[in-house]
């Protein structure tokens, strides 16, 4: 199945401060989400982002508050984005089934809410190439847990080519130099 960017809602979960520099390829992991967001703004798909326990990890990272300048916050404490109290209800009012998931770390936060999203149920794609954890090793596991669990593995670049559709349009031209 493709993303559709019609029935899409990006979500980035937990790229904060405290937590960003100790992520395996974090800056990546950060780069993509901030490319994610800005080709979100530009297609009209609507973007939120978790924070984990803000006065521990701190905010989230400079580059993605300035990219998330139309996205919805929330704090959670919750480890899965979906188990904290009017996340879900924050999600279906979007009215969009699918789910493109990034963030970290991989193994904990965006798995949790990614099983969560799942049984809920939303379609959810993982962000491959903009989801990361602490070590290579939990990241791996994780997402081999989740494909075996039915989530779609995608990239960045799949998600933005999705979400177009086409070639040849002016969206197609604006957000070519995100895809280059």
């Not at 400079?62 to 924050?90: M, N, Q, W």
């Not at 999203?117 to 993982?126: N, P, T």
Request: charged share 20%; with cysteine; glycine share 6%.
């Amino acid at each position: 199945m493709l993303i559709r960017r019609d029935d899409s809602l990006l979500l980035l979960v937990d790229l904060q401060e405290k937590l960003a520099p100790a992520i395996f390829e974090g800056e990546r992991v950060i780069a993509n989400s901030v490319r994610l967001l800005e080709g979100a703004r530009q297609l009209g798909v609507p973007a939120f982002v978790s924070e984990q326990y803000v006065r521990g990890l701190g905010p989230s990272v400079a580059a993605i508050r300035s990219a998330a300048i139309d996205a919805h916050f929330f704090e959670k404490t919750h480890f899965s984005c979906a188990a904290e109290p009017g996340v879900i209800d924050l999600l279906r009012a979007a009215r969009r089934p699918q789910v493109v998931l990034t963030g970290t770390e991989t193994h904990v936060c965006v798995l949790q809410t990614a099983f969560g999203l799942l049984g809920a149920g939303f379609e959810v794609f993982l962000v491959a190439d903009a989801a990361s954890s602490r070590t290579p090793e939990n990241r791996s596991a994780a997402i081999e847990r989740m494909r075996a669990a039915g989530i779609q593995i995608v990239t960045s670049e799949m998600v933005l080519f999705e979400w177009l559709h086409a070639a040849g349009t002016d969206e197609f031209r604006r957000l070519l130099p995100l895809i280059k």
